[in-house]
């Protein structure tokens, strides 16, 4: 009975959503010219947050107008207009890890995933696609009141990027074409990366990586700490207690993080974040306003609003137990918690909102194609094994055991808004039909045994199949047994720890894995989904992939079909145009869709959000919780 | 005198030194590193770290080195009074103890107090009082908290004081003094609110031991001759309780108080984690967890000397107490 209430309730607030994200909008202008532009109107007055007034009269910080940069963004509030002050409790998904901040990207998408300038003003990108020029705010300044210029740009990639102490192999993106990227300075405000050979990728080197790296870093904070500006660096670093000057250097480089490592940001380090970190223990993490931010809202408000945000670590059941009795402003949960969330809306004063997360398979599994042992080689590789197994599992039964319906059951491709997409790709062999996946098993020739109850190899031995997982997907697994009952296949369920489970995936041992697959918030230029063959997630291809790096010493030769993968994936980095990569990377997608390596189960993974009544300008509608950070300007507590 | 001292504490740093080799090894044990744990568990948000990036770290935390390389730079850099860097939270070691030790000792002293004034009282009463009904509720009692797993007791007395008492006990603080750094009246009195929860936990299990073991000692003592003679002599009863047979009884308690010196500081981790009290103990398992192995190799050392440390003074203490433990050294 309680059941049915809450499917009832959730789906009216799924509706809801789905009607107010249709509707909703998200403003965000890149300059106040773009600003008068769209809607006509301007901004000729600045105000700020009281505790900054107090700072500004004391003579300690320079007046509003002049922290602002010349170019600031302005930002229309979701649903009014804000009002000043507040902290903010908050509870951001469990793990140490993942709490973190915004530092203040170049570049950001929206809710819609539309390209945003955040940081950075506007962006230009060659026709040849070998260059990018990124154009800086005049004016913008860091933290502490530095100013941020293309310098900070060039730093971050010829001094830290391409540092050999530092970075031994530089990222992939910034290499792809065989040649490392340039980064020259235009003047002051503007910066060109540039390609040797047309690169379509050049568009993605900024975005791509957006919740590991900012693309810049705090030349006037950092370059105490570095060699080439600090010969005695060395002795700076012995003093303090490291053996290396770059060990020192990484020790103060760690900027907020929207994604995990949020625990490891350095409070002294300036950032261009809405908020900056002034306090990190193992216990609490404090977040105070950035004084120098430089967006404001349609009045004129210097933004956030909110004056500070507070994190302490606590996980499991007392951050539930916040949650419910009112003492958190916002948090995210599962919908497993959902029930125990509705019940106390009234006596913790707050609203709960789904909103899709940003899982593209959940649990997805993974076959080890490379499995040494000769007889689980020949079926696994069997496509019609694979498609079989895919077939076999009922999305919709897991759907609603643990999703309450709210999921969407699809194969393992990239998300719906991306400009590759095909809706045969999110179908292929996502149906459940176990009558089918019986027959291509017996086409296989796995023959059933005597008490026609589990199908056996064909050397005689059991199907058993043993599914090694971490202990978060486990609840996701735990039906398919019964349903590869159906075809007869015996699936074992075993639960790893990290380090034993890394060292499984890594070892070409294990039958199956499953994991989560996600797909970030720079989607619309990284379709994700793509498993990489080496992962620790989906770990199906090992020796080919050996083979691949090494150019054929170590490893196995993969067969021609598997071949087409790396192919396709090497092409499909080098694109040198738009064409070249849809029609790479079709090809690409099409190759999954086709050989199946990773099998996708559900898709579009709800969240669930709670936020106290009190705090407004909260988005119904995110995507993935990393999102989170980029509301928070806008957020209030109204009084 | 002297001279017991000096061999105790003799053997106490030959027992810890050897303490650091086994702690450094154990940490090791488990496959992969911190790093392994790093990477899988921001593939778990979403972020893939691919071979470079893996690469660099693994260089940046000096952990591409071999495991006895590392555990010498480790004891060097200790025995400097540096203990290392913690790798999850990238910060000086002996920074992120410091910042819960104070908490720890202060809470851990007033649960250990409470403890054992409680439980050597109803002890004492126990033994007194044989086979009465207060005898039996407080062994039922203590035997009940003991065999309730903390964690289980702890949830339910959270729920039970939220539901009926409208108390949220979560943590330490409640959401108004968080933020209030200087201590005031008000602040001190909602920690001990908070507190009260972890000491009706910890106490329901501790006393169990310490009421038996004073009950069973105190009633060998009370059966004794001198005990009937003095009472024949006309000696008050309360006298002659405290004057000997406690003190004959309160050996074994004594005895081991010492051990106890290491529990102040890991106070109680899973009671810690569950009430989500910011002490030691959690920042000990977690850095288990992720193999943060200077961190939890010092925190172990720490513990570790503090065990020796304690078991030391508790000898001392104990020869202070137990004259014939003097005498049986002066006859070596």
Redesign the interface.
Known sequence: MIRKLMVILVSGMMCFAGVTSALAEYHVYSTLAEYEKATGKTIEKFSEAPMLKTKVAAGLLPPVEERLPEEFCVIEPEEEIGQYGG?L?QDI?S????AAGDPGHLIRLDPKNNLIFWAAKGWEISKDYRDITIYLRKGLRWSDGAPFTADDIVFWYEDIMLNKD???????DWRATGEPLEVKKIDDYTVRIHSGVSYYGIKFVIGKDA??ITHYAPKHYLKKWHIKYNPEANELAKEE?F?YW??AF??RN?PLRM???G????PEMPTLGPFKLIE?????M?LERNPYFWAVDTAGNQLPYID?T?D?F?SG??AL??VI?G?TDYAITEVTELPLLLENVEQGDYRVNIILG?ELAWPSLTFNLTIEDPVWRKIFRDIRFRRAMSLAVDREEINQATYVGLAKPSQVTCRDINSLYQERWARAYAEYDPQRANMLLDEIGLKWDKDHKWRLRPDGKPLTILLET?E?NMPYCELLPAQWEKIGVKLLLKTL???????RAQSNQGHLFA??I???NTDKFFPGGLA?PD???TPWGLLWTQWYDSGGEKGEEPPDWAKEFFEFREKWAKSKNEEEYLRWGTKLYDWFAEYLPVIGSLGYTPLVCVAKNDLRNVWKFNI?Y?SVELQKPQWFFKK | MLHYIMRRLLYGIIVLFLMTIVSFVIIQL????YL??????????????????A??LR??Y?LDQPVYIQYFKWMR?MLHG?FG?SF?????VTE?IA??LPLTIMISFLTLSFLYAMGIAIGIYSATHQYSVGDYTFTVIGFAGLAIPNFLFA?VL?FIF?KYFDF?A??LF??QY??QEAWSLGKFVDMLKHLLLAMIVVGTAGTAWLIRIMRGCLLDELGKQYVITARAKGVEERTLLFKYPVRVAINPIVSTIGWELSYVISGQAITSI???L?TVGP?LY?AL?N?DMYLAGSVIVVLCSLTVIGTVISDILLAWIDPRIRFENKRD
Do not use: C
């Open positions: 902290v409790f998904p793990t140490p890890e993942v530092l970075t031994p192999v530089l990222l992939y919740l590991a207690g053996e770059w060990q990484q020790f760690k994604g995990g490592g625990t490891q940001a350095n990190r223990t193992s216990v609490r404090v500070r507070f302490s606590e059941e007392i137990m916040k009795s003492d940003g971490m978060w720890e990290w380090g034993l489970y890394v060292e994991w989560t996600h797909a970030d990489i992962g620790n997630d993935g990393f | 488990p496959p992969g590193d392994t744990t790093y990477i899988a568990q921001l593939s778990r948000s979403g972020q893939v770290v691919d071979k470079a990036q690469l660099s260089k940046q000096g850099e540096n860097m999850a939270w990238n910060k000086p992120l910042e819960r949830l959270m939220y949220n979560a943590g409640s959401k968080l933020l569950v009430l989500g910011p920042l977690s967890l193999q």
